[in-house]
């Protein structure tokens, strides 16, 4: 089955740490979307790319976050300095937009669990 | 911008059926999509539906009418695994820009 790898899987850092979280997408699809998820705000949508082009990213906080996609096998977040209020799970998720592939809908992948103390 | 308006919580019961509700205003609607997500877990993919209509996969049904904003996802037989998180999703046109309502939490209790 393919998947989207995230990793790490888990990060603790202390507050004022660079952050970065890395995703590759499946290979193919042409869309990849950086989502976070907290019990307060559900799933917010920070960013996302569309064959490597960075297409929205109004979700993030500009002076700290930044996302890149420097090749189609690797999209980044980044956070710098990070924040306690960052804490949360951040998903990367990826799809072939649009086609018959919609049926299929993005897939995710396992997320980044973030915690800043 | 866009809207989505899903229930917080519901409880249904073993064997039953329970149908989940999302409304939704967008500009340029280019789809919806239904997820499951268990605790701890990452979303997975159950529908998607772009025309007015029922789409049915087996246990899970998807219902969408454009003109009211108004999409329903339908569990049929509920098995004590359906209990899980149902999120509701937009895309929009032009970029197809997704995004997710808080999700409904769904306890099926025997």
């Known amino acids: 089955d393919a998947r989207v790898t995230q990793t790490p899987r888990d990060k603790v850092t202390e507050m004022g740490q660079e952050v970065t979280m890395r995703c590759q997408p499946i290979?193919?699809?042409?869309?990849v979307f950086w989502y976070r998820q907290t019990m307060m705000q559900g799933l917010e949508l920070l960013a996302y790319f569309r064959n490597r082009a960075p297409l929205d990213d109004s979700g993030m906080p500009k002076d700290r976050f930044s996302a890149e996609m420097p090749d189609a096998t690797l999209a980044t977040l980044k956070i710098q300095p990070s924040e306690p209020r960052d804490s949360a799970v951040y998903f990367c998720?990826?799809?072939?937009?649009?086609?018959?592939?919609?049926?299929?809908?993005?897939?995710f992948g396992s997320g980044t669990r973030l915690t800043v103390v | 911008g866009q809207n989505i308006d899903q229930p917080t919580e519901m409880t249904a019961t073993e064997g039953a059926i329970v149908q989940i509700n999302c409304t939704y205003q967008?500009?340029?609607?280019?789809?919806l999509f239904w997820y499951q997500q268990h605790a701890g877990e990452a979303p997975t993919f159950l529908s998607y539906n772009v025309l007015d209509g029922l789409e049915e996969k087996g246990r899970f049904s998807s219902f969408l009418s454009r003109s009211k904003g108004y999409s329903y996802l339908l569990l049929k037989e509920l098995q004590m695994k359906d209990s899980a998180s149902y999120l509701c999703?937009?895309?929009?046109?032009?970029?197809?820009?997704?995004?997710f309502g808080a999700g409904t939490r769904l306890f099926v209790k025997a």
């Open positions: 967008t500009s340029g609607f280019n789809g």
């Open positions: 999703a937009v895309r929009r046109t032009g970029g197809f820009k997704t995004i």
């Open positions: 998720a990826s799809g072939l937009v649009p086609g018959i592939q919609d049926n299929y809908g993005y897939t």
């Open positions: 290979l193919g699809h042409n869309t």
